[in-house]
């Protein structure tokens, strides 16, 4: 097939969006029947499984830092069915939705398309994944659509805004910056001559993004900043001016098996990696040289989302891809903006720039596209995580009559497979999800206090214990054979479920009883 034969065969492949967001919907339910959850999306399944009404789930959400939006919907789902699988199916729903309104409205030629939605976030990070990001970037997409009517319906498309900030924190950084971009296109034409229309769409847009955060605002008790206070302030800045790098050129270590959230360019030379994190700050100014409101849009965004990364220090590619969206959402208003003559472009003819940009972009969508496919096929081949597994072993063992204990969030996973809470011995109660304002979520117990917590334990109970850990706890070597613990206390190893994608995905299961 000649380069013109292919070229014609996109054309025709890609003309119906149906039927190429149908492809899209049949993989990625390919996808989630073979992806098990994770600690963060069993979290937030289990947030809303067991809470009993809106109220109890608006109080048990008061540490997550999100938006309530994607809890919500959860909710409702957990009403009809305690499986999770409801839950992944609404996201590939969300997800499918999204690449329709880009494949439909996006003023981007086809093979663009193809490639954005068959890159690494559309089709892995923010679809098999069941979190709330797909939804923020659902209502996103559909407000660059209605940037070309902002002047005929302002309210719709600063409604559409509001909402996606409250999906995910991160949107208010993109969404301000182009409400600010766009509030400074009007005070040119207008300057304070703004119309009602523009004084009501600007307050639904200012009330949104109040609301959502007074959702993300955690109580003063909360645990989430205890993981930065050891961090440097050049290991903090280092980072954080790298995740432009990092969600534009994602890269995943392929050589290793927990290829997820690691960049292999960093793992092969940290210092190549840091000038490359740098000149990539280049790119927006040769991909946005038309007109110089969208570039402002885009680096405002891209310092906004440095500052808020340099704040939270929250490293993974989930959070880095919103710069990818950045320059996916930039390039999608810039189609509606006129060619502006500035001192950027007149330094290099047009058609030279009109190369350069369209170089960059289609590195950038081949690096995600190849990226996507591998992360795809190897949650396709590998566990995710162990955790479907685990619970799997012990309802064909019979062992899920049982008290199951863990140590802590590691088994939040399992009890949403398990579909009732867990016994947590650093909580000392039954629990599903994680309390992120309880300090036992980010320090592990000794292990002479987590055995005399299941002593506690299984003093209560009439029959043995099931005790599953993420690392060894006990000697693996002798499979079904009791060995003592203390004078009160015997186990036996059972099985182990290993190599997943997650680091923390491997489950040793072990029965604790009491010694006669």
Known sequence: MNKLDFSKYLNIISRDYIVLTIIFFCLSY??????????????????????????????NTRYEGHPILWNILLFYISRFSLNPFWMQLLHIFISSSVVFVFLKNAPFSRLFKILFIFGYFMFFE????????????????????????????FILFTGLLAIANNTHAIFIVITVCLMFTVFIEYFQKYRFNLSPKIGFGLAIFILGTLLSIIQI????????????????L??????????????????????????????LIVNLNKPIAAILGIISLLVPS??????????????????GTTAFFFITQLSAPRYFGMNYLIIISGLWINHYQPFIKNKLNSLIPKVSFEKIRNSILYTILIIQLVSGFFAYSSDLIKPFSNSKQAVLFLKKSNLL??????????????SSYIRRPIFFINYGKHQSFCIWGNSDVNTSSSKELSIKSLQNLIETQNQSIVFISYAPFFNNNATYEWTN???KMKYRFLQKFEESVINKGNYYIYEIDVIN
């Open 30 to 59: 390919i996808g989630i029947l073979h992806h098990e959850l994770w600690l963060d999306e069993a979290h937030h399944w289990l947030l809303a499984r067991d809470s009993t009404s809106l109220s109890d789930l608006i109080t």
């Open 126 to 153: 923010y679809n098999l994944l069941s979190r709330n990001y797909a939804l923020g970037v659902l209502f996103l997409f559909l407000s660059c659509n209605m940037y070309q009517y902002r002047k005929e319906n």
């Open 217 to 232: 605002i955690p109580p003063s008790d909360t645990s989430f900043f205890d993981r930065t206070e050891e961090i440097t």
């Open 234 to 263: 050049f290991q903090k800045t280092s980072k954080s001016f790298l995740t432009f790098f990092k969600g534009v050129f994602i890269l995943p270590d392929f050589r290793t098996i927990h290829f997820w959230n690691t960049n």
């Open 286 to 303: 040769f991909i946005f040289y038309k007109n110089k409101n969208i570039l402002l849009y885009v680096y405002l965004a891209i310092a």
């Open 401 to 414: 009559n049982k008290t199951i204990a863990t140590q802590a969030c590691d088994g939040t996973a399992l």
């Open 485 to 487: 613990i203390n004078k």
